[in-house]
């Protein structure tokens, strides 16, 4: 075999075997770019209100809404690689239990009574909030990790209709629910499983303001603080 054949042999197999090899050789990435810039969530999942405000220094009795299902929507927008501005609206069908005043004889001093009654609530909150993906506008084999602030308001939709029971009490010695201030924080992830579709797992916490009744007080003044709130939820959301 002449030298002129080899080594027109030995460039055809390099021509054949070459993208084979390099093909071989390379690694497909982790991360995956996210192409759309907004989504709709819906979500649901369940919310542990703190119940108890503050009757003075110490003594304090759960008169906040009980621990219940929330569900809610929520729209995203990305405002730049990894910023995105949301805007939501969540609702918890929920109860929290009746609680009345009983002054003394000499009026000087006064006991709670526990009523015995369960009322309805419906605590609303709309927030608006800033959420940072920790993977910028992509996603790490699937997932995509994130921290959010958010601020709004809270109130109980079901205090402006009292129960029968509720209605029995003066004005002055109804708990009432916002409307009010809420700011909170959460972590959480979305899971791609296509590029216009994601599942979202989220824990919050948020603070929101309670008051106790002018009428808990002998100098009928109310007393406010700042109590704590955990969530979970799990949801779906479309992007486009």
């Not at 996603?139 to 921290?147: S, Y």
């Not at 509720?166 to 629910?177: G, P, V």
């Amino acid at each position: 075999m002449t030298r002129i054949t080899r080594t027109a042999l030995l460039l055809a197999s390099a021509l054949l075997l070459g993208p084979g090899t390099a093909a071989a050789q390379s690694i497909p990435s982790p991360f995956r770019r996210i192409e759309t810039t907004q989504s709709i969530h819906v979500f649901g999942g369940y919310m542990v209100p703190d119940q108890n405000v503050a009757l003075d220094d110490s003594t304090s009795i759960p008169l906040g809404p009980e621990a219940g299902p929330v569900v809610g929507v929520r729209y995203q927008i990305r405002a730049s690689g990894p910023l995105s501005l949301e805007g939501s609206i969540g609702i918890s069908p929920t109860q929290r239990r009746l609680f009345g005043p009983e002054y003394l004889a000499d009026s000087t001093r006064l006991e709670v009574e526990d009523l015995g009654v369960d009322v309805p609530s419906l605590v609303v909150m709309g927030d608006v909030g800033l959420r940072f993906h920790l993977t910028g506008p992509r996603t790490w084999n699937g997932l995509a990790p994130f921290v959010v602030g958010m601020g709004g308001l809270v109130g109980d939709l079901a205090g402006g209709d009292p129960a029968e029971e509720e209605a029995e009490l003066d004005d002055l010695e109804r708990f009432r629910l916002g409307p009010g201030f809420a700011v909170g924080a959460g972590l959480g992830t979305d899971w791609f499983p296509a590029q216009n579709v994601s599942l979202r797992l989220e824990l919050t916490g948020r603070l929101w303001r309670m008051n106790t009744p002018e009428g808990f007080s002998i100098a009928r003044t109310e007393r406010g603080e700042w109590n704590p709130v955990a969530g979970l939820t799990v949801g779906g959301a479309f992007h486009f």
